[in-house]
């Protein structure tokens, strides 16, 4: 089984809709393009490219106000800065035993029922923190999100993840901690150009409080709006996701899944310019 990313144009189905949903008009492209390359210009301490194809993965999860992208492009320089001894020039290679030989995170072969990705995070017993720690985690994560803003469906329709907590135990969430959790929330939250419309925790068990103690203090409005919890009930999980769209381990229709990141690693492996352009974004080199 192949995977492929979709970099292609958006389908004229895609481009209506982004009409509607982000005010994605030729009029409002082109104003959008041209105020935040002024922007950017008049701001020598930022270093991004200024190729349109570029600016539109920012732009985009801010319905074309350029101020808006702007302002996003800022925090991700910061959020990059205070972080640089963990994804400073990150490459996919750097993951590849963690996304080839451990079943933590696996994304969806096809599309939700809105044209979504859904991204899978086994965060319960699948994940072993002795062997894949949580900055390495943090780091597959990171490079996958660096990939899905290559696909221009994706740059609209946006992502949804689902955090599997199966079998969770103490050694997982010992893992979890503030200082993980914070970084997590900050990037999802502030630092991510990325449209994640839903977040989706199933079968977590009792300990699973434990980590939302944690992770709580740090859940700004908008994305505790975006969080549903359904326990082991996936009737309640298919009030967002159609089972038509879901594998059997999720009471879906599709059969079980029988891929992991050892499948789809070669699609972003094959990114390789692209994954340098995103790690010289940031701010400028003194």
Known sequence: MSFNLEVGPLSTEVTEFAKTDIRETPENVAQGLKELKELLLNDPTLNFSTDDDFLLIFLRPCKFYAKSAYELMKRIADFKEKHKDLIGNLMPEDEKTAFINHNIINVLKNRDHKGRRVLIQN???????SKVTAESVFRMLYLIHEAAVLEPETQVRGSVVVLDFDGLSTKQVMAFTPATSMRLLTFIQDAMPLRLKEVH??????????????????IKEKLKGRLFFHGSKMSSLHKHLDPSC????????LPEIDYTGANWYPAIENHFEHMKKMNSCGFAKK
């Not at 965060?123 to 923190?129: L, V």
């Not at 879901?246 to 229709?253: E, I, S």
Request: hydrophobic fraction near 40%; include cysteine; aromatic fraction near 22%.
């Open 246 to 253: 879901l594998p059997k381990n999720y009471g879906g229709d």
């Open 201 to 218: 925790i199933v079968k977590q068990p009792f300990i699973f409080n434990m980590i939302w103690t944690i992770f709580k203090p740090f």
């Open 123 to 129: 965060c319960g017993s699948n994940w072993d923190p």
